[in-house]
């Protein structure tokens, strides 16, 4: 399984767009890219996944580049909520191998 | 439909004992997966049944082992205890849905295991 890099943290104010990347340079051609987030207190929660192309849901859009090292994930318009731990995991089996996620608080 | 729900939601063993965590699934899912999570290792993969068979497992030692019943619900079993089990023990089911390109997991709120 491919090897995910995030930024620990990052801050976003409220209403705006939350933009968060996700490095996964060694990802092969047939594993996917996941994305969940962790309120505190609260069982992990799946937002997206992608292959190749640009996936869009009613939580967020997750834009993969062409080459697949990395993707981003976006929150179109985040809310106080939306403050969570969110994780970017590549697997091809059942198995979601969580790295250290990116922490983002939204702040008022 | 009702979540994945875990039994207890808090546990207070110690050194030695063993430890039995229960997982009922979403109605209709027959994959269960087991996580453990702690402040330093974060979340880490621990075994995966479907159908009653353990069909992933992560690397942790022996003492950690668990099965799926016919109507998948599952437990997952610590013995000998030390103090480094202490975590967030946390169960995933999944529909297998083969139409789907994932079948994404839905996590119960989980059990808290303190090992004094």
């Known amino acids: 399984d491919a090897k995910t890099t995030q930024p620990p943290s990052m801050d976003c104010a409220e209403g705006r767009a939350a933009n968060l990347p996700c490095n996964h340079s060694?990802?092969?051609?047939?594993?996917?890219v996941y994305w969940y987030r962790q309120i505190h207190s609260q069982g992990p929660q799946y937002i997206i996944h992608g292959l190749k192309n640009n996936e869009t849901n009613e939580m967020a859009s997750l834009i993969i580049t062409e080459d697949r090292k990395s993707s981003t994930l976006i929150l179109p318009h985040a809310t106080l909520r939306d403050t969570a731990v969110y994780y970017c995991i590549s697997l091809s089996g059942y198995a979601l191998n969580f790295g250290k996620g990116t922490s983002l608080l939204v702040t008022p | 439909k009702a979540g994945v729900t875990q039994t207890p939601r808090y546990l207070i063993k110690t050194r030695g004992q063993q430890v039995t965590l229960s997982c009922s699934p979403i109605?209709?899912?027959?994959?269960v997966s087991w996580y453990q999570q702690t402040p330093g290792q974060g979340l880490q993969f621990l075994f995966e049944y479907f159908s009653e068979t353990q069909r992933n497992k992560g690397n942790f030692p022996g003492r950690f082992s668990g099965r799926q019943f016919s109507n998948s619900r599952s437990e997952m079993n610590v013995s000998t205890l030390e103090l480094g089990d202490s975590a967030l023990y946390l169960c995933?089911?999944?529909?297998?849905?083969?139409?789907?390109?994932?079948?994404?997991?839905?996590f119960g709120p989980g059990t808290r295991l303190t090992v004094l």
């Open positions: 060694t990802i092969s051609g047939n594993e996917y």
């Open positions: 109605s209709g899912h027959r994959s």
């Open positions: 995933a089911s999944s529909s297998f849905d083969s139409g789907k390109s994932y079948n994404e997991q839905f």
